[in-house]
């Protein structure tokens, strides 16, 4: 079955505490992005990335980092959280990063930092 | 720049009423358009899209017609179900906008009663 999968589904963890939430696609997908989804704000790309070894920043990649090392991976890891990165994630994979090709959306992580 | 409105949820309407989400757009070029449904719980699902002037796009009963001289792509359906209970998101690309990105409206709650 094709999915984006992410990992964990939930977390509560505390402020400065280093943290990855895992991301993977099984359609050999080039185009894999992560958003935050926020009350009043819809989502928000938080950095992209056009193929392996290829990523940039979206509109809010302040305290995040991530790598593509391989095709079908693309963690996002926040060195140090902060509760205002309290939100829910989501990772999205799609072909190619051309306007009209659908993006598939993983089931997202419910991140809450005290 | 780019950018989504739609309008505020939530929106409570009796089964097999009309619903209408009003979707407008600021963009430069030629963006392709897209609805997103978001069920409880889960991750977004693309739900319809238009790729230029005038097309329609359309899935499970649902419309919405891309018209560039309102800049509108107001999602419809004539007669919901329960099941169409969930948020909705209008979204575009821009192929001028960091490779696709997908720029998110605030989404709007769709809550069904029978």
């Known amino acids: 079955e094709a999915q984006v999968t992410q990992n964990p589904r939930y977390l509560i963890t505390v402020t400065g505490k280093k943290l990855t939430v895992t991301c993977s696609q099984n359609?050999?997908?080039?185009?894999m992005s992560w958003y935050r989804q926020d009350p009043g704000l819809g989502l928000r790309q938080i950095y992209y990335?056009?193929?392996?070894?290829?990523?940039d920043k979206g509109d809010v990649p302040e305290g995040y980092k991530v790598s593509r090392k391989e095709k079908r991976n693309f963690p996002l890891i926040l060195e140090s959280p902060s509760p205002n990165q309290t939100s829910l994630y989501f990772c999205?994979?799609?072909?190619?990063?051309?306007?009209?090709?659908?993006?598939?959306f993983g089931p997202g992580t419910r991140l809450t930092v005290t | 720049g780019n950018s989504v409105t739609q309008m505020e949820g939530p929106v409570t309407l009796s089964e097999e009423a009309f619903l209408t989400i009003n979707c407008t757009y600021t963009a430069t070029g030629y963006p392709s358009l897209f609805w997103y449904v978001q069920y409880p719980g889960e991750g977004l699902q693309l739900l319809l899209k238009?790729?230029?002037?005038?097309d329609k796009g359309s899935n499970k009963g649902f419309e919405a017609t891309y018209r560039k001289e309102t800049t509108s792509f107001h999602l419809e359906k004539g007669s919901v179900q329960v099941s169409d209970s969930a948020v909705y998101f209008c979204?575009?690309?821009?192929?001028?906008?960091?490779?696709?990105?997908?720029?998110f409206g605030q989404g709007t709650e769709l809550s069904v009663k029978p």
């Open positions: 238009a790729t230029k002037a005038d």
């Open positions: 999205a994979s799609s072909f190619r990063a051309v306007p009209a090709y659908e993006q598939y």
């Open positions: 979204a575009l690309s821009n192929s001028n906008n960091q490779g696709g990105k997908l720029i």
């Open positions: 990335s056009m193929n392996v070894e290829v990523t």
């Open positions: 359609m050999n997908h080039e185009y």
